[in-house]
T-cell receptor, first 114, second 113 residues
Framework: QQQVKQSPQSLIVQKGGIPIINCAYENTAFDYFPWYQQFPGKGPALLIAIRPDVSEKKEGRFTISFNKSAKQFSLHIMDSQPGDSATYFCAARDPGSTLGRLYFGRGTQLTVWP | DTGVSQNPRHKITKRGQNVTFRCDPISEHNRLYWYRQTLGQGPEFLTYFQNEAQLEKSRLLSDRFSAERPKGSFSTLEIQRTEQGDSAMYLC???????????FGDGTRLSIL
């Protein structure tokens, strides 16, 4: 059972466009929602994260929008650049475990055309 | 750069052989995680160490898999009698505490012939 559902699977935008990646979850106990960026041959790198008591968080060109009632959150990339072409993963943390277990979505492969 | 380091980066082996991967976490991080990532999927949790103690294991970690973290520093993940289905990227992550971000290494890509 997929704890975090991510869409779309792939996304193609022109340079300067605003790609939006969506994630949904069921477990209302999740307490932390990070986004990771992964380039080919590299490990995931933390991009931005949000907690459920905040509806929006911005860091540079990256924004997370969080809708607690709908159990959905999304990543927006402003003024996208070819260098943003990568796979993006959303995740959610289970507060019930001592390890802070993360559940990942299946990823979105973003391509930004110049 | 003193990030998470994993070796080897790639491993090709024949089915039935044993393989061992190494992870060196960020030096002050006492929490260490192993994940598996297959094509088109996000990382899936395998096991977790706090210092030298292995505190949690996923159902994905069959009895052919064993992980250690002697002295709470580096960790090794061994797969015995490898199978085709073991082909994947094995990722290691570390964190300072439960509420701090997990930082990933670049993984070891395992290919089973």
């Amino acid at each position: 059972q997929q704890q975090v559902k991510q869409s779309p699977q792939s996304l193609i935008v022109q340079k300067g466009g605003i790609p939006i990646i969506n994630c949904a979850y069921e477990n209302t106990a999740f307490d932390y929602f990070p986004w990771y960026q992964q380039f080919p041959g590299k490990g995931p790198a933390l991009l931005i994260a949000i907690r459920p008591d905040v509806s929006e968080k911005k860091e540079g060109r990256f924004t997370i929008s969080f809708n607690k009632s709908a159990k959905q959150f999304s990543l927006h990339i402003m003024d996208s650049q070819p260098g943003d072409s990568a796979t993006y993963f959303c995740a959610a943390r289970d507060p019930g475990s001592t390890l802070g277990r993360l559940y990942f979505g299946r990823g979105t492969q973003l391509t930004v055309w110049p | 750069d003193t990030g998470v380091s994993q070796n080897p980066r790639h491993k090709i082996t024949k089915r039935g052989q044993n393989v061992t991967f190494r992870c060196d976490p960020i030096s002050e991080h006492n929490r260490l995680y192993w994940y598996r990532q297959t094509l088109g999927q996000g990382p899936e949790f395998l096991t977790y160490f706090q210092n030298e103690a292995q505190l949690e294991k996923s159902r994905l970690l069959s009895d052919r898999f064993s992980a250690e973290r002697p002295k709470g520093s580096f960790s090794t993940l061994e797969i015995q009698r490898t199978e085709q289905g073991d082909s994947a990227m094995y990722l290691c992550a570390s964190s300072l505490s439960r509420n701090q971000p997990q930082h990933f290494g670049d993984g070891t890509r395992l290919s089973i012939l």
